[in-house]
Nanobody, 119 residues
Framework: HVQLVESGGGSVQAGGSLRLSCAASRYMYDNGCMGWFRQAPGKEREGVATIDTDGSTRYADSVKGQFTLSKDNVENTLYLQMNSLKPEDSAMYYC??????????????WGQGTQVTVS
């Protein structure tokens, strides 16, 4: 059963922090690359940060040094710690799993999204 449940979004003032969580089913957690993507109104969805099955991470240039990925292997949860938030970080944030580690693939799985608003 595929399940991705995001939480942790909200409204915060510029300079503040939020931690997003993505709880995954055990199968998804163990068998795919995971990542966070975001989409702001009127803009295309963009990759924020991803973690491969070997644990290697990649970050968008715009969030390097600002956002940090981590995983909890007991809770099957992916976290995105977001610090020094800026208004331009406002977007709907989506957790995703790619069984093939190909983010453009049609068989990737997506969560329902969690809204982040920075004012």
């Amino acid at each position: 059963h595929v399940q991705l449940v995001e939480s942790g979004g909200g409204s915060v003032q510029a300079g503040g922090s939020l931690r997003l969580s993505c709880a995954a089913s055990r199968y998804m957690y163990d068998n795919g690359c995971m990542g966070w993507f975001r989409q702001a109104p009127g803009k295309e969805r963009e990759g924020v940060a991803t973690i491969d099955t070997d644990g290697s991470t990649r970050y968008a240039d715009s969030v390097k040094g600002q956002f940090t990925l981590s995983k909890d292997n007991v809770e099957n949860t992916l976290y995105l710690q977001m610090n020094s938030l800026k208004p331009e970080d406002s977007a709907m944030y989506y957790c995703a799993v790619s069984p093939s580690c190909t983010w453009g693939a049609s068989n990737n799985y997506w969560g329902q999204g969690t809204q982040v608003t920075v004012s």
